[in-house]
């Protein structure tokens, strides 16, 4: 049972560059999360799905794009990388919605945009 | 002010002693968790709680929801416990369950 698997571990991308990271989940949990972590900052959430073909806005999602469209799978799109992408990446899933159910995390993608 | 507030954000102890680490918020919440942020970065979820107490290990977390307050508390405390500890609450924003995270305390046990 490998939880929630996040790649790549590390990105260094250059400013108008695409990337997609990838987060995968075998737990058949519906809801899945994208959050970005800043320094000194708590996280923040990008995108959410509460289950396939279904996804929304969190409070940052401008630059990012996502796709469920299966229940495992919930990747993360960079357009045009900026430096203000630059962050650290958690993809999370619950069985519930998070005020009924603890979260599970991945390990976390480190992305560096120059 | 932050909407969740902890305490203290950096915190130094010999291996042993007894820690607490405290998270306060403003406003009524459906629920709180507390996530343990290791060293290499991956997330863990410690604790979801609503109300009272819940006990697993060493870690003990408690809610007082007239309060709204609550502590994380690792006795015997050992140097594997060194990481950054994380409160969020999942509160209703205009009809929508949000989680708001905290910035996190810095837990460091020296042996």
């Known amino acids: 049972n490998a939880g929630v698997t996040q790649t790549p571990k590390f990105r260094i991308l250059k400013i108008g560059q695409s990337m997609t990271l990838q987060c995968t989940q075998d737990?058949?949990?519906?809801?899945m999360y994208w959050y970005r972590q800043d320094p000194g900052m708590g996280l923040k959430l990008i995108y959410y799905?509460?289950?396939?073909?279904?996804?929304d806005k969190g409070e940052v999602p401008n630059g990012y794009n996502v796709s469920r469209s299966t229940t495992e799978d919930f990747p993360l799109r960079l357009e045009l990388a900026a430096p203000s992408q630059t962050s650290v990446y958690f993809c999370?899933?619950?069985?519930?919605?998070?005020?009924?159910?603890?979260?599970?995390f991945g390990n976390g993608t480190r992305l560096t945009v120059t | 002010k932050n909407e969740v507030e902890q305490s203290p954000q950096n915190l130094t102890a010999q291996e042993g002693e007894f820690i607490t680490i405290n998270c306060s918020y403003s406003?009524?919440?459906?629920?709180l968790h507390w996530l343990q942020q290791h060293p290499g970065g991956g997330i863990v979820s410690l604790f979801m709680?609503?109300?009272g107490k819940k006990k697993h290990g060493r870690l003990i977390a408690t809610i007082n929801i007239q309060e709204k307050h609550s502590s994380l508390h690792i006795t015997a405390s050992h140097p594997r416990d060194s990481a950054v500890y994380i409160c969020?609450?999942?509160?209703?924003?205009?009809?929508?369950?949000?989680?708001?995270f905290g910035q996190g305390t810095r837990l460091t046990i020296n042996p």
């Open positions: 999370a899933s619950s069985f519930q919605w998070h005020h009924n159910s603890p979260l599970h």
């Open positions: 737990m058949n949990h519906n809801y």
């Open positions: 799905s509460v289950g396939a073909g279904i996804t």
């Open positions: 406003v009524g919440i459906s629920a």
């Open positions: 709680l609503s109300s």
């Open positions: 969020a609450v999942s509160r209703l924003i205009q009809g929508a369950q949000k989680l708001v």
